[in-house]
């Protein structure tokens, strides 16, 4: 049986401002409207033969959107492994691979990165069939993508001789300068190194132990040092930690004689920065070579992405141009320099800015909130809570708030005085209708109804930070 894997640990810094740390790319919907790429990697599963419900690695900040977009998937029980830290994708491999063989002794996995673009689902589909032969072999199969161009933004495989479907790998290759890339392309020996593949749990854990005996003593003692959250299974980190990072293929691929690879042209993107989003949707603009996105409009304008998430972008006479508006940033930069705009969220990191980490807009279990006004003595936040859902039990020592509720039921339970955990009533209320939570005062709001809870949130205080709460109770396990 397969047990896909699929890594959902990445940053995604290159697409920024749209990809943050706190909601990086694999949970935007930057090539359908309708799905995620996270979401897009677990539909292509349903092409594939023997697959199984996945396996999830993300890390404990997205644990709660990994969760909620495979519930829009209606997938049943996906297993979410959380990583305590970034470790790179060997240790989470052998994370994922213990899991798996707890269920299945013989397991296959089958790796991919949450955030790709795959176009031709049954191509790849076919791909993983023909590996799987080579998986009977005790191979540890690796897909590399037919090249279409001399890319320098991709590592290679040089493909050795013909074994079953597929071929031993002779190399991998870092990534090259521009006169490399084109040999490659021109020796026909060469693929882009995809970063999907396909082995039994076993081989690999017994790999790793050869190559990396340090990883895979850490990665088996944090694993059985686990326990169950909810629908996480969550690694012991203080025995993570002294993991060192690692790809797999460093720790393993790179010295293994049982690596093959297995060709593929499935209209694959690894959507690394915004000249890949270009790639990907400028056809729609064929005369011209744009793509756009939002409330755009163009006027003499070629071969540029322009990207509007909040307001009208115009672009008048530009030419190979990246132009991407959020509602706290905006990014210009030439389109053939769009890998360096990671270099930008370095900076931000490096200065303590926050349009590094998190948007105006806030995902979180119960809900989401938009930070709409901030000085510093008062705030002003649209809430959104999920029908069912409830925030934590919690009280706040800087700040006071006024809720005005704008459509929906809000449910509040409040206590009578300060900190006051003995006596705490409830009460409905309406569209229109408001109340006031004093400083100091434990308080819960709840959406009792059918349809979204929107509602206006007015703090005033002399602190207004996030971490001002203390929370008593909370359904999602929340310290």
Same mark, same amino acid.
């Given at each position: 049986?397969?047990?896909?894997?699929?890594?959902?640990?990445?940053?995604?810094?290159?697409? $920024?401002?749209?990809?943050?740390?706190?909601?990086?790319?694999?949970?935007?919907?930057?090539?359908?409207?309708?799905?995620?790429?996270?979401?897009?990697?677990?539909?292509?599963?349903?092409?594939?033969?023997?697959?199984?419900?996945?396996?999830?690695?993300?890390?404990?900040?997205?644990?709660?959107?990994?969760?909620?977009?495979?519930?829009?998937?209606?997938?049943?029980?996906?297993?979410?492994?959380?990583? *305590?830290?970034?470790?790179?994708?060997?240790?989470?491999?052998?994370?994922?691979?213990?899991?798996?063989?707890?269920?299945?002794?013989?397991?296959?996995?089958?790796?991919? *990165?949450?955030?790709?673009?795959?176009?031709?689902?049954?191509?790849?589909?076919?791909? @993983?069939?023909?590996?799987?032969?080579?998986?009977?072999?005790?191979?540890?199969?690796?897909?590399?993508?037919? *090249?279409?161009?001399? +890319?320098?933004?991709?590592?290679?495989?040089?493909?050795?001789?013909?074994?079953?479907?597929?071929?031993?790998?002779?190399?991998?290759?870092?990534?090259?300068?521009?006169?490399?890339?084109?040999?490659?392309?021109?020796?026909?020996?060469?693929? $882009?190194?995809?970063?999907?593949?396909?082995?039994?749990? !076993?081989?690999?854990?017994?790999?790793?132990?050869?190559?990396?005996?340090?990883?895979?003593?850490?990665?088996?003692?944090?694993?059985?040092?686990?326990?169950?959250?909810?629908?996480?299974?969550?690694?012991?980190?203080?025995?993570?930690?002294?993991?060192?990072?690692?790809?797999?293929?460093?720790?393993?691929?790179? +010295?293994?004689?049982?690596?093959?690879?297995? !060709?593929?042209?499935?209209?694959? !993107?690894?959507?690394?920065? $915004?000249?890949?989003?270009?790639?990907?949707?400028?056809?729609?603009?064929?005369?011209?070579?744009?793509?756009? +996105?939002?409330? @755009?409009?163009?006027?003499?304008?070629?071969?540029?992405?322009?990207?509007?998430?909040?307001?009208?972008?115009?672009? @008048?006479?530009?030419?190979?141009?990246?132009?991407?508006?959020?509602?706290?940033?905006?990014?210009?930069?030439?389109?053939?320099?769009?890998?360096?705009?990671?270099?930008?969220?370095?900076?931000?990191?490096?200065?303590?800015?926050?349009?590094?980490?998190?948007?105006?807009?806030?995902?979180?279990?119960?809900?989401?909130?938009?930070?709409? @006004?901030?000085?510093? !003595?008062?705030?002003?936040?649209?809430?959104?809570?999920? *029908?069912?859902?409830?925030?934590?039990?919690?009280?706040?020592? +800087?700040?006071?708030?006024? $809720?005005?509720?704008?459509?929906?039921?809000?449910?509040?339970?409040?206590?009578?005085?300060?900190?006051?955990?003995?006596?705490?009533?409830?009460?409905?209320?309406?569209?229109?209708?408001?109340?006031?939570?004093?400083?100091?005062?434990?308080?819960?709001?709840?959406?009792?109804?059918?349809?979204?809870?929107?509602?206006?949130?007015?703090?005033?205080?002399?602190?207004?930070?996030?971490?001002?709460?203390?929370?008593?109770?909370?359904?999602?396990?929340?310290?």
């Amino acid at each position: 049986m397969i047990f896909p894997v699929i890594l959902s640990g990445g940053s995604g810094s290159r697409l $920024w401002p749209v990809s943050r740390e706190h909601y990086p790319k694999q949970f935007l919907n930057l090539n359908k409207k309708d799905v995620s790429l996270l979401q897009e990697a677990a539909n292509r599963l349903q092409n594939v033969e023997g697959a199984g419900t996945p396996i999830i690695v993300c890390n404990e900040e997205h644990r709660f959107l990994v969760a909620e977009q495979m519930h829009q998937l209606d997938i049943e029980g996906p297993q979410i492994i959380l990583e *305590p830290c970034g470790r790179n994708t060997a240790p989470a491999l052998a994370l994922a691979a213990l899991a798996a063989q707890k269920k299945d002794a013989d397991a296959e996995l089958l790796v991919m *990165p949450a955030d790709h673009v795959i176009k031709d689902e049954k191509t790849f589909a076919e791909a @993983v069939k023909q590996g799987r032969e080579l998986v009977q072999l005790d191979k540890l199969v690796t897909f590399g993508i037919t *090249p279409s161009e001399a +890319h320098t933004g991709y590592g290679y495989i040089q493909r050795g001789e013909a074994v079953s479907n597929g071929f031993n790998v002779k190399a991998f290759v870092e990534k090259p300068d521009r006169e490399r890339a084109e040999s490659y392309l021109r020796s026909g020996d060469y693929h $882009w190194n995809s970063g999907i593949f396909l082995f039994k749990a !076993s081989v690999y854990l017994e790999a790793l132990s050869q190559y990396a005996t340090d990883i895979m003593d850490v990665c088996q003692r944090a694993f059985d040092a686990r326990s169950e959250d909810l629908d996480f299974l969550r690694i012991d980190a203080s025995i993570f930690a002294q993991c060192r990072g690692e790809s797999i293929d460093y720790a393993v691929m790179e +010295h293994t004689q049982q690596a093959a690879v297995v !060709s593929m042209d499935p209209g694959w !993107s690894d959507i690394g920065a $915004w000249d890949a989003v270009h790639a990907l949707t400028s056809a729609e603009d064929a005369d011209n070579g744009n793509a756009t +996105h939002g409330d @755009v409009m163009l006027h003499d304008t070629q071969n540029s992405l322009i990207h509007s998430e909040s307001r009208l972008v115009a672009a @008048v006479g530009v030419n190979n141009l990246i132009i991407v508006e959020t509602d706290d940033a905006v990014l210009v930069a030439d389109r053939l320099n769009a890998q360096n705009t990671k270099q930008i969220v370095t900076a931000l990191k490096s200065a303590g800015r926050k349009e590094a980490l998190t948007h105006k807009r806030v995902y979180r279990p119960w809900g989401s909130y938009h930070t709409m @006004v901030l000085t510093d !003595s008062f705030q002003v936040k649209e809430i959104v809570v999920k *029908p069912g859902a409830k925030l934590s039990l919690q009280m706040h020592h +800087h700040r006071a708030e006024h $809720w005005v509720v704008v459509q929906g039921t809000a449910k509040v339970t409040q206590g009578e005085g300060h900190g006051d955990v003995n006596n705490l009533g409830s009460f409905l209320l309406s569209e229109d209708e408001s109340t006031y939570i004093p400083l100091g005062t434990i308080h819960r709001l709840e959406n009792p109804g059918v349809i979204p809870l929107h509602l206006i949130e007015v703090q005033t205080g002399s602190y207004l930070g996030e971490d001002d709460i203390v929370r008593y109770n909370d359904d999602y396990g929340r310290e």
